[in-house]
């Protein structure tokens, strides 16, 4: 829609397409704004936080998400219903779904986000890569069927293993849309090309409805590191430092930092240039984040993609360069310019993340569900917790396992990560399992403290590692303390443990 620089926030109302902890960290925002904000919620949803907060809610649909929040259809008419001005797609769902921006430009709202030509070009990552390299962005070798002579012609099986030698192994195989690993496999050589072309191609159609592929070479191991831009629609573009995003399963990320530690000044200096001129060479309007592969050598980085909306992890960047993102995001998309003083803006403090996941990463990952008895959040100077549930909740199938992001903020890298790790033994969640344990020894391995850590290290390198487990003689005091989560390993556990100074070390004389 076009902008209106005279738009007054208090006469707005911001339809939140969203739940959870997402809906609640722009719910805070824009009632700081003095924004009115609506929350849609599916029956599952019906007694979150979340919904109590809003300041006007309605239910759109059955638990499924299939049936509620990825309906854009319900999205609108319920905005239409409660006369919404404006739409917050937050992340996940459908914020980088260019049908979503469409859908609110067509209704004369205000989209906070990208233009829908944007999120389109961006969300496809054959076109974002074709953006990229025209804007001088080091992209690794690739190649999409679309580059076939005859681009109609159904590429064949010897295409495909001939572009591969080109390219040379290893390899992915990856989905043009979506993101967070659905549709990729990595290829090692051409006996497993076949296999993984259908087996990526199968997951994207029924991930994406868009069963388009194409090949990338494999950069391991590798650092993955995020700048994140905000731009206004007026051709300025702002960076906001980098984040560190390494340690993550299976592309799903678990411990974030900003800014990213151990980076050469002048590598660092091109990557937060070459995202700004991508950012700039598509106009680009909103909070973006442009990502990166850093080889092991430090000194090579490649393209991976844009991702058209505020990052999972955008609070370590708030608390070390000292923005509210949501905000920001308000700004241009009511139609005013940057402040002068925002880009290149000096970071203040570390800060590292650490997401909490309703899954037991010692039985690969299963997600674990049912009602929460007890849920209790620290809080305490430099920590920060952006968190969607409480006690008495119950934690459902339905949607994503994060539960929250415990955020610590210091002066020093050190600093932050000793609050971080006090943070979490002062977390409680009972009875599910969480990844909590697995990121407090992540934090207290030698491989953070040294920075030496890539994507694929928890895989390959921590497969051993075992949740510990609470005897059941302890389970009524602890609850009764709520004061630390203390858990040990049985004999036979901490033989197969991988033992990383867990807290679970010093428990003689805490229990009463």
């Known amino acids: 829609m076009p902008k209106n620089s005279n738009q007054d926030s208090a006469t707005h109302r911001v339809l939140i397409a969203n739940r959870g902890e997402a809906a609640r960290r722009l719910i805070r925002t824009f009632r700081k704004l003095e924004v009115e904000t609506i929350a849609v919620y599916s029956d599952a949803d019906k007694g979150a936080l979340f919904v109590e907060e809003a300041d006007f809610s309605i239910n759109i649909g059955a638990a499924p998400s299939n049936e509620s929040y990825l309906r854009l259809d319900k999205l609108i008419e319920a905005g239409k219903e409660l006369s919404a001005t404006a739409l917050h797609p937050g992340w996940g769902f459908l914020s980088e779904n260019p ?36 804007a001088g962005v080091p992209c690794t070798p690739a190649w999409s069927p679309e580059k076939l002579e005859h681009k109609n012609a159904e590429p064949s099986l010897e295409d495909w293993t001939r572009q591969s030698e080109i390219i040379d192994y290893p390899l992915l195989v990856k989905a043009v849309s979506g993101g967070g690993g659905k549709g990729m496999r990595i290829v090692r050589d051409s006996s497993e090309l076949k296999e993984a072309i259908h087996s990526a191609r199968r997951a994207a159609l029924s991930s994406f409805n868009d069963d ?22 007026f051709g300025d573009v702002a960076i906001l430092g980098d984040r560190e995003c390494s340690l993550q399963r299976r592309h ?37 984040t442009v990502e990166f592969l850093l080889d092991s050598s430090g000194e090579n980085y490649y393209f991976l993609e844009m991702n058209t909306r505020l990052q999972v992890e955008h609070p370590v960047t708030e608390e070390a360069y000292g923005v509210d993102l949501v905000e920001l995001q308000w700004m241009v998309a009511i139609g005013k310019k940057l402040p002068s003083n925002l880009d290149g803006k000096s970071p203040c403090a570390h800060s590292i993340e650490i997401r909490v996941n309703a899954e037991n990463p010692s039985e690969n ?43 610590a903020t210091g002066d020093t890298r ?66 009764s303390m709520a004061k630390k989560v203390l858990t040990t390993g049985t004999k036979s556990q901490k033989s197969r443990q991988r033992r990383r100074g867990t807290c679970w070390d010093n428990l003689e004389g805490v229990l009463p």
């Open 99 to 134: 049908d979503l921006a469409t859908a609110v430009e067509s209704e004369k709202w205000i989209c906070i986000g990208p233009t829908s030509e944007q999120a389109r070009d961006l969300g496809d990552k054959v076109t974002a890569r074709k953006l990229a390299e025209a």
């Open 414 to 479: 050190e600093q932050a990560k000793d609050r971080l790790i006090q943070a979490i033994d002062c977390t409680s969640i009972s009875p599910l399992q969480t990844s909590i344990s697995l990121g407090r020894d992540l934090l207290k391995s030698e491989e953070f403290s040294s920075g030496k850590f890539y994507t694929r290290m928890i895989e390959t390198d921590w497969g051993e590692w075992c949740s510990p487990v609470i005897p059941e003689s302890w389970e009524a005091p602890l609850r």
């Open 212 to 233: 388009r592929l194409f090949l990338e070479k494999l950069i391991e191991p590798a650092r993955h590191i995020e700048v994140q831009v905000v731009g206004d629609g």
């Open 365 to 407: 990952f299963i997600p674990s569900t049912g009602r929460l008895l007890d849920c209790c959040w620290p809080s305490f100077e430099g920590i920060r917790v952006d968190s969607g549930i409480r006690s008495g909740d119950t934690v459902t199938p339905y949607y994503d396992a994060m539960l929250a992001k415990i955020i």
């Open 252 to 288: 799903q990320k678990l411990v974030e930092e900003a800014p990213a530690p151990h980076i050469e000044k002048d590598i660092r200096k091109l990557m937060h240039s070459a995202a700004k001129n991508l950012a700039i060479s598509v106009n680009y309007r909103g909070a973006g």
